[in-house]
């Protein structure tokens, strides 16, 4: 047997042969031509058959995964009637000369070295729809189906497999018949690739970024999708064990379906909010499939974590604007740049402290790099036109901290108003708790802000001392542990005298366990993972907090 390490993409098990899609992208030879108006209409005429062939993809995109993962093809038809694109083009077949094929062919290579340069990797991932935009006119132009002969040279469809393939092309994932995949194995991509949104969107387990996979045809392996393992020829003995998690899991995921659209109610009735985290708006996915009440937390500091600069205030606006605008009014918590401790973004270089999770991240960084926390606050207010916004300040320990946020928000609001940038002054401020001291100052912070968000991650850290990192303390770093109780226990009554919301959206709160406690202390609110959102919503709903209130009086 051999071992292969990737990024666990999309959760579950999956075992079986592989099949390898090739790849596609092959370069077209460059041409010139004699007749340059007729190329330029061959073009013409290309574009609009492949126009309306990726509106049929967005309408099959759309019955069968629904709208998040079908705008992408709203995306690539907005990219083929780009004015710069075609004025590129026109240059390339009437100026220079080039036949229609070459003239798409040097385009996109011009295009793909711009995406190839961004800073966002959301945006250079863009890259794979200029690829698959080309072949789509190329299909056109060469009448014959390129995509089409790719797909019937593969037998990756004809059985049930693991596809494996270098990357997938978003109008090839269409043609992916999700019950004769059973895992999907890629050499490059990311959390952020087509190919793993869509595995996500259909249950596909998927491993990414598997660069060192072997081409040999008669491969059987194991993929795992919660490790982003990869076992090549395993032995008898490790098929069944993961033949055994899979038929758990399996059995798991399905009970759990009917859960996808029911209220969030316990059995008395009592309607309970249940919102996501994410770190990035292609975190959606699940979320819209799930229906969440909201996002309960956007760590922000991941989509700085995904950049390799500074996202300036046009990409922020434009990252915290989708996610507003596609909850459609929906509560959206943004929390301010945590970054500090195990959180590092490579581009800014933060002194080395003997303590970190103890220095200064969160609120203190923040206020120590006031340049970054202003463009944040500015990207903030003219997102929050789109939607409901809520803003986050994490690692709080004192009044102090918010007064000095809150008086940037008007700083920055005034500013954005004297440059008549478009934005809003209507959303709530809230803070995390998540430190002993806020705990203990909640009836004082509870009167300066619209809500609580108890983050028990770093407040077990905090008041167990027991590094949330370090295994050896695993079973002391526990929410459910007594101290904990009682310190999320007085933050809700602080919260509830001040008549301000209250949720929770730690580990904790995705953890069965502790939901009934939760509910029976006041929460009314919780915020999990993505996948966390059904099994919790089950949980909610055999809870009976008035026999549970009985059984305590
Ligand atoms: C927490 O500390 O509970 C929390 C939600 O924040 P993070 O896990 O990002 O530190
Ligand atoms: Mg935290």
């Given at each position: 047997m051999k071992l292969y390490r990737g990024m666990a993409v999309s959760e579950g098990y999956a075992i079986g042969p592989v099949r390898y899609l090739s790849s596609q992208k092959e370069n077209v030879p460059l041409k010139k031509t004699e007749n340059r108006p007729k190329e330029w209409a061959r073009f013409l005429q290309a574009r609009m058959k492949a126009c309306s062939h990726m509106m049929e993809l967005y309408q099959q995109a759309l019955s069968r995964v629904g709208e998040h993962y079908a705008g992408i093809f709203k995306i690539q038809l907005a990219l083929l009637q780009d004015e710069d694109l075609l004025t590129r083009i026109r240059r390339c077949i009437l100026?220079?000369?080039?036949?229609a094929e070459s003239a798409i062919e040097k385009t996109a290579d011009e295009y793909r070295h711009v995406f190839e340069e961004m800073d966002d990797e959301y945006l250079r991932a863009r890259e794979a729809d200029v690829q698959d935009v080309k072949q789509q006119v190329l299909m056109q132009l060469a009448s014959s189906s390129t995509l089409e002969s790719r797909r019937e040279t593969?037998?990756?469809?004809?059985?049930p497999c693991i596809l494996a393939a270098d990357d997938i092309l978003p109008s090839e994932?269409?043609?992916?018949?999700a019950s004769r995949v059973r895992g999907m194995i890629l050499r490059q991509g990311s959390q952020i690739s087509h190919a793993a949104i869509l595995a996500r969107s259909l249950g596909i387990p998927a491993v990414a970024?598997?660069?060192?996979?072997?081409?040999?045809?008669?491969l059987f392996v194991i993929v795992d999708g919660f490790s982003g393992d990869i076992l090549v020829d395993p032995p008898k003995e490790k098929v069944a064990i993961y033949a055994d998690l899979q038929r758990q899991y399996e059995a798991e995921r399905q009970a759990l379906?009917?859960?996808?659209?029911?209220?969030?109610?316990?059995?008395?009735g009592t309607r309970i909010e249940l919102m996501a985290n994410i770190g990035?708006?292609?975190?959606?996915t699940g979320v819209l499939d799930y229906g969440?009440?909201?996002?309960?937390?956007?760590?922000?500091e991941y989509l700085f974590m995904y950049c390799?600069?500074?996202?300036s205030e046009e990409q922020q606006t434009a990252a915290y604007g989708t996610v507003l605008q596609e909850m459609q009014g929906k509560r959206v918590i943004i929390r301010l740049l945590d970054i500090g401790a195990d959180k590092q973004v490579p581009y800014v270089k933060m002194d080395r402290e003997e303590n970190p999770v103890m220095g200064r991240r969160g609120i203190r960084f923040c206020l120590e790099h006031r340049d970054i926390l202003m463009t944040q606050l500015r990207a903030l207010l003219r997102a929050a036109r789109l939607g409901k916004l809520g803003i986050l300040i994490p690692m709080v320990v004192s009044a102090e901290e918010i007064h000095t946020v809150r008086r940037l928000l008007t700083e920055a609001a005034q500013a954005l108003q004297n440059e008549g940038i478009p934005y809003s002054g209507e959303y709530e401020l809230g803070i995390m708790i998540e430190t002993p001291a806020s705990v203990m100052l909640s009836p004082e912070l509870a009167k300066e802000v619209d809500f609580f968000s108890i983050g028990t991650n770093d407040l077990t850290q905090f008041v167990m001392a027991a590094?949330?990192?370090?295994p050896k303390v695993g079973a002391l770093?526990?929410?459910?542990?007594e101290a904990v109780r009682r310190m999320v226990k007085i933050t809700v009554e602080s919260a509830q005298k001040a008549g301000i919301w209250v949720d929770v959206c730690g580990e904790a709160a995705a953890d069965p366990e502790l939901t009934e406690f939760l509910l029976s202390i006041g929460v009314r609110s919780l915020s999990v993972a993505p996948p966390s959102l059904l099994v919790i919503r089950q949980t909610i709903r055999q809870i009976d907090l008035i026999r549970l209130q009985e059984i305590r009086e």
């Open positions: 100026e220079a000369g080039y036949t593969s037998p990756a469809w004809e059985e994932t269409l043609h992916i018949d970024g598997v660069a060192d996979l072997p081409h040999d045809e008669d379906k009917q859960y996808s659209d029911v209220k969030t109610v316990t059995l008395d990035h708006p292609n975190d959606l969440a009440d909201g996002i309960g937390l956007f760590r922000s390799d600069q500074m996202p590094d949330r990192g370090n770093c526990q929410a459910g542990n």
